[in-house]
């Protein structure tokens, strides 16, 4: 309960900028309480967050006064408190008008959040308020700086900069008391700020802008993904900028690699001879209500070099007991390659340019290890390039229980794998996906994803239990979300709503509320 209090009364005191006019004073010293070492960091612009919300002004008032209400009946006896905030959020003592800062620890060894204290008395005043509520502990100074515990969380400031801090393992609070105290102690060529990728952070565009490295995952999960990768390669130097806009009917994430480790520069170099620009010759072969179609294209032949290339890969494919010519399989694939499907339903069908057909005969030699299952699995041939395989229960190869069935082939030129025959080669009538709005996007791109929002709202009528559905009821008017891979460094993402004329944070807020 206590945890859930404190929750509520930080998001809604940071999102409630509404009205402020004090003047902004001081400048972003408070900023070097950032961890040097922090593998993920988060700047979120309140000021940008709250305008395109629709939060200030005469239009935010009710959803402000709602927020109020709320944290009114969980915090019973601070009425006049929350009011003073709510009417002019400086009165909390944190000035919301410089960034806020979320960010991880290397080996996620601790998270926290940071902002400026704009008045230190003030930020007193309202955690004493807490603490009669029980939401927090008396503060206390020690360490030079004042500290509190509300949960699992550690409070620690000065008359500059506010720190949370938290355990991500469950590590007492005030465990941490040393390490926040250290941090609000660092200087302005110390710590994350003095850091190239906080310039690089700073100078970024979008509301909300993160930069995170792969030394943000603890080590016992680093290990078994990177065996058989060179041990020379360092986690901190692989690394992703992403900046979050909320714009007009759409919300855009850009996405910057900006890894320095030369093992991974390497291996992304490798790839982009595996991987060619996208001709969207597979937009024709589904209609436009499609729930979800993935694109790349590739070269079979490189690709399997490159696999072999992996210690770990090429021990696989040299031990396999399965008696298929990987190499053949691979080697005949050049081209465009695409999955496409109804998510709701659990249909779908991938297809795939091929140079030839001859690498099917490499699954006759399937045939004689499925007789060793007794009948429970066959091998079927349902023509001269196409194969029925059959399992008497999927279970066996951990899908779902029950009879399951997957075809597969090749036809003029394409090979094809669905888990619905009727799909092969099925026409379309009306509007197929290049009509949609992204379809004059998907060619020249090295990887294109799209989901039919809308579509799968329309047609989840008949799934109402699903998860997913549920969720996407919560949120009303999407309409489709795609992520295009442009080279090596840039990507996006599009999240776009039906209305393009309102902000996508003021149609999210409203369907919130």
């Known amino acids: 309960m206590i945890q859930k209090k404190t929750i509520s009364a930080w998001m809604a005191c940071w999102t409630m900028l509404v009205g402020m006019m004090v003047s902004c004073t001081g400048g972003n010293e408070y900023e070097s309480a950032l961890p040097e070492d922090a593998a993920l960091v988060i700047s979120v612009n309140p000021v940008s967050i709250v305008d395109k919300s629709g939060l200030s002004g005469e239009t935010g ?26 009417e002019n959020p400086s009165e909390s003592g944190i000035d919301f008008r410089r960034n806020l800062y979320f960010f991880m620890e290397s080996q996620s060894i601790s998270a926290g959040m940071l902002a400026r204290v704009s008045d230190e008395g003030k930020l007193e005043e309202l955690f004493k308020a807490l603490s009669k509520q029980q939401i927090c502990s008396m503060p206390m100074e020690e360490n030079g700086c004042s500290w509190t515990v509300m949960g699992n969380v550690l409070a620690a400031y000065t008359s500059d900069a506010l720190l949370l801090l938290a355990d991500p393992n469950g590590g007492a609070p005030q465990d941490l008391l040393h390490t926040a105290s250290m941090l609000l102690r660092q200087g302005e060529k110390e710590g994350y700020r003095a850091t190239s990728d906080f310039a690089r952070m700073k100078s970024g565009n979008g509301d909300v802008i993160a930069l995170g490295t792969l030394d943000l995952i603890p080590g016992r999960y680093v290990t078994p993904m990177m065996m058989g990768i060179s041990g020379d390669m360092k986690m901190k130097d692989v690394k992703c900028m992403a900046e979050v806009t909320f714009g007009e009917g759409k919300m855009t994430v850009d996405f910057t690699d900006l890894t320095t480790d030369p093992v991974m520069k390497q291996m992304k170099d490798r790839q982009m001879q595996v991987f060619g620009k996208v001709t969207g010759k597979y937009l024709d072969f589904f209609p436009a209500n499609t729930s979800f179609w993935l694109s790349v294209n590739v070269d079979g032949k490189k690709a399997y070099e490159m696999l072999k290339e992996h210690p770990v890969f090429n021990n696989q494919l040299e031990n396999s007991m399965m008696p298929v010519d990987f190499e053949a399989i691979f080697s005949a694939l050049k081209g465009d390659m695409a999955i496409a499907g109804d998510l709701l339903a659990n249909k779908f069908i991938a297809y795939a340019d091929v140079t030839d057909n001859g690498f099917l005969q490499t699954f006759e030699d399937l045939k004689p290890l499925l007789l060793l299952t007794g009948g429970q699995m066959k091998l079927i041939n349902r023509g001269t390039s196409a194969y029925e395989f059959w399992m008497m229960d999927g ?67 008949s799934f109402p239990d699903r998860p997913e559905m549920q969720a996407l009821r919560f949120v009303k008017g999407l309409d489709y979300l795609v992520i295009e891979s442009v080279d090596a460094e840039k990507s996006r993402m599009e999240l776009v709503m039906k209305d393009k004329k309102q902000n996508i944070l003021r149609v999210l807020l409203s369907s919130i509320n």
């Open 61 to 86: 008032k009710n959803a402000v006064q709602r927020l109020g209400d709320a944290l009114k009946s969980g915090m019973q006896g601070s009425g006049q408190l929350i009011d003073k905030i709510i």
């Open 395 to 461: 279970s066996m190869l951990g899908m779902r229980p029950g009879s399951l069935s997957f075809w597969f082939g090749v036809s003029d030129g394409k090979f094809y794998f669905t888990n619905d025959s009727r799909l092969v080669d099925a026409s379309v009538e009306g509007l197929s996906l290049r009509d949609c709005p992204w379809g004059k996007e998907v060619k020249g791109k090295r990887c294109f994803y799209a989901m039919n929002l809308a579509a799968l709202l329309e047609t989840g009528q």
